[in-house]
Nanobody
Framework: QVQLVESGGGLVQAGGSLRLSCAVS???????MGWFRRAPGKEREVVAT????????YYADSVKGRFTISRDNAKNTVYLQMNVLKLEDTAVYYC??????????WGQGTQVTVSS
């Protein structure tokens, strides 16, 4: 049974930075990973994704140039470095694994709150 555990969320002032981590256990980690978020009153949206070998990445337009997704396959961990945080980045952030044709395994989420 694959398990995904996020960490690194918290309260930060606008313009600040946070680094989220997602540790994966119980599986090979040879699959694409993604970070998603759900803001209050909004639907879940994709933030960034990364291929299994890190060679391909995708970013939502809203975070391009500010967020960086990376992974360490030796540690079975995926990261999301978030810089120049904005109020609108406030959300619960989830990591997910695409072990099949879609993202089918999810973490419990970590809260990111950006204050003015």
């Amino acid at each position: 049974q694959v398990q995904l555990v996020e960490s690194g969320g918290g309260l930060v002032q606008a313009g600040g930075s946070l680094r989220l981590s997602c540790a994966v256990s119980g599986d090979t980690f040879r699959y694409a990973m993604g970070w998603f978020r759900r803001a209050p009153g909004k639907e879940r949206e994709v933030v960034a994704t990364i291929s299994w070998n890190g060679g391909n990445t995708y970013y939502a337009d809203s975070v391009k140039g500010r967020f960086t997704i990376s992974r360490d396959n030796a540690k079975n961990t995926v990261y999301l470095q978030m810089n120049v945080l904005k109020l609108e980045d406030t959300a619960v952030y989830y990591c997910a694994a695409r072990r099949g044709s879609d993202y089918d395994s999810w973490g419990q989420g970590t809260q990111v709150t950006v204050s003015s």
